[in-house]
């Protein structure tokens, strides 16, 4: 009887854990960001605007391209016309440099705007990434075993927690010079990274303009 009610015990420990999990991703989610100064220039007069992909957060395989899907997401919400991802891509391999080159040189930021037809470029980069993952160790415990309490060793989970900072600036792909810089860094629970990135964009890119919609 008494080893009955010692694994209902452990059974109801491991359940409550992992339903605690379950909330937990979608809660516990910080972000901070420095409200961003307005943009220097009509942003409404410089479309289309390219996205200069970001290369992938050491350890977050896949997260250059989940950056750079957010940041056009929310321009097109925002009515900006945007270039396609791919072209951007496209134009990267046919120039045969990477996106932190680009971003660093005036001559090639001119050339891959011209290549795009675009004046403004959208630079978006991870300045740092960060995850520990979760983890179940044991330890003792009493439990109640019907008539006085024993010490048992019971799992403890440990929730893993991710970080990321990032950086968005739009650049004139012409002079190149900066019109407009957000930077910011998430954090929360490991395995939700992908929505911490997105909502750290949206909460980056807030204060943009709503451009008037374009008609057909």
Not at 10 to 16: C, G, K, P, Q, R
Not at 80 to 100: C, G, I, K, Y
Request: glycine share 6%; net charge positive.
């Amino acid at each position: 009887m008494a080893n009955t009610r010692s694994k209902v015990a452990v059974w109801f420990f491991i359940l409550t854990v992992f339903g605690f999990l379950i909330l937990a991703m979608g809660c516990f989610t910080r972000l901070t960001v420095d409200r961003p100064a307005p943009p220097l220039v009509d942003l409404k007069d410089y479309q289309p605007v390219g996205i200069l992909s970001s290369s992938d957060a050491p350890g977050f395989t896949g997260s250059g391209w989940l950056l750079l899907k957010a940041s056009q997401d929310v321009l097109k919400e925002k009515h900006f016309a945007v270039t396609a991802p791919e072209r951007s891509l496209q134009v990267l391999q046919d120039m045969n440099q990477s996106p932190e080159e680009v971003s660093r040189d005036a001559r090639l930021l001119r050339r891959f705007g011209e290549s795009l037809s675009s004046r403004i470029l959208l630079v978006a980069t991870f300045l740092n990434y960060r995850r520990q993952k979760s983890y179940i160790s044991s330890g003792t415990s009493q439990v109640w075993q019907g008539a006085s309490y024993e010490y048992q060793s019971l799992p403890t989970y440990h929730q893993g927690i991710c970080e990321m900072k990032v950086s968005l600036k739009m650049l004139d792909a012409e002079k190149g010079t900066v019109v407009w810089r957000a930077e910011g860094s998430g954090r929360g629970p490991s395995g939700s990274e992908e929505r911490i990135l997105r909502q750290l964009v949206e909460d980056l890119m807030k204060d943009l303009p709503l451009l008037p919609e374009k008609r057909p």
